[in-house]
């Protein structure tokens, strides 16, 4: 089984930032791709930002230039770091990770979430 972790949302003011935080843990034989996702009230989920193995990443264009994912492979960890918030940022932010579990054998794996608020 894997295990997702978020941390570091919580409640900022228009202009500032914040870093989320994703650790991933459990049985896998490697991490293919990480990334973040968003959904705001009466919205559908939406991807903000992804990131791959080789660190390709791919970012919405409501986000770009803004936001920025990174990873650190040794911890199995995903970080965003998101500057310039904006109210229409706010929304529930949840971890993705695409994991190869054994030969042959992917699995699509979801972080609890945690909520960004930016305040006018």
């Known amino acids: 089984q894997v295990h997702l972790v978020e941390s570091g949302g919580g409640l900022v003011q228009a202009g500032g930032s914040l870093r989320l935080s994703c650790a991933a843990s459990g049985s896998m034989l490697s991490i293919v791709s990480m990334g973040w996702y968003r959904q705001a009230p009466g919205k559908e989920r939406e991807s903000v930002a992804v990131i791959t193995s080789g660190d390709s990443t791919n970012y919405a264009d409501l986000v770009k230039g803004r936001f920025t994912i990174s990873r650190d492979n040794a911890k199995n960890t995903v970080y965003l770091q998101m500057n310039s918030l904006k109210p229409e940022d706010t929304a529930v932010y949840y971890c993705?990770?695409?994991?190869?579990?054994?030969?042959?054998?992917?699995?699509?794996?979801w972080g609890q979430g945690t909520q960004v608020t930016v305040s006018s």
């Open positions: 993705n990770a695409y994991i190869r579990r054994r030969i042959g054998s992917y699995g699509d794996y």
